[in-house]
């Protein structure tokens, strides 16, 4: 259901992928791992080093993204703001891309003013930064706070994956309310885009559960709670 409202491409029968985390934060953790992963075996493949990935984002990130960065060993390279100018710049982020960059991440509902940043121009720019140096830096939109709110007030909105440099997008379920507090989604585009190998298959209870969350064990009432809201409220 959240596949498909962030629009992503997927045929009749084609399963999305995705995960439930405890929240944003948890999400992007995950969604930064894939991105890092991804790029490591791209440069491993290439016979380039790959010991020096970084990630750009704008300076008004929450702090999940710092501890991304510092757990997972990417560096932060963060556009700056400027007065009268409180989100991150697509230009200039595609400005601080080089060879060893991860993703760009923009922001979906800055925490600091709720503002959405331009998805559409970055997606537009680093197609051609791509298309110039042959490099494919992908996109992750953290939509912890925007991402139930744009595809239902502004549907003309291009953010999501309906733009083709979009990768992953995450979602906080509990910053809108309606759903008890610890619910979080991560969507990734497709199969591709999510690592084989950081999906482990277990199976205590008798069939294969594939898993890729920091935690284990967690309660379902937060999943169920929100399952309820789709299917209850809908569209409207
Ligand atoms: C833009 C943004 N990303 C991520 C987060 C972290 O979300 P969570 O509290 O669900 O981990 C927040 C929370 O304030 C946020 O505003």
């Known amino acids: 259901m959240i596949a498909h409202l962030f629009n992503a491409p997927l045929g009749e029968s084609e399963a999305a992928v995705g ?79 080089d060879e060893n960059t991860i993703c760009v991440a923009a922001i979906l509902g800055s925490t600091l003013n709720g503002e959405f940043e331009d998805v559409k121009k970055l997606n537009e720019l680093l197609t051609k930064k791509n298309q110039e140096t042959g490099w494919d830096t992908p996109i992750h939109v953290d939509a912890a706070s925007g991402g139930f709110i744009a595809p239902f007030l502004y549907p003309e909105l291009e953010w999501d994956f309906r733009l083709p440099l979009v990768k992953s997008i995450n979602v906080s379920g509990h910053k809108y309310g309606l759903v008890y507090a610890g619910i979080g989604w991560c969507i990734w585009r497709n199969k591709e885009d999510l690592p084989d190998e950081l999906i482990f298959h277990i199976n205590y209870l008798g069939a ?8 284990f064990s967690k309660g379902s009432s937060q999943v169920i709670a929100q399952y309820y809201q789709l299917i209850r409220l809908g569209y409207e």
Not at 208 to 215: A, G, K, R, S, W
């Open 19 to 97: 995960v439930g985390t405890v929240g944003s934060s948890e999400a992007i953790m995950l969604a930064g791992l894939a991105f890092k992963r991804k790029w490591q075996n791209k440069r491993k493949a290439e016979g380039k080093p790959f010991d020096k990935p970084n990630i750009v984002t704008g300076a008004n990130v929450q702090v999940c993204w710092e501890k991304f960065a510092r757990y997972f060993e990417v560096e932060l390279k963060e556009v700056k703001l400027r007065d009268g100018y409180y989100v991150m710049d697509p230009e200039k982020a595609v400005e601080l891309v």
């Open 208 to 215: 294969d559960q594939p898993t890729f969350t920091l935690n």
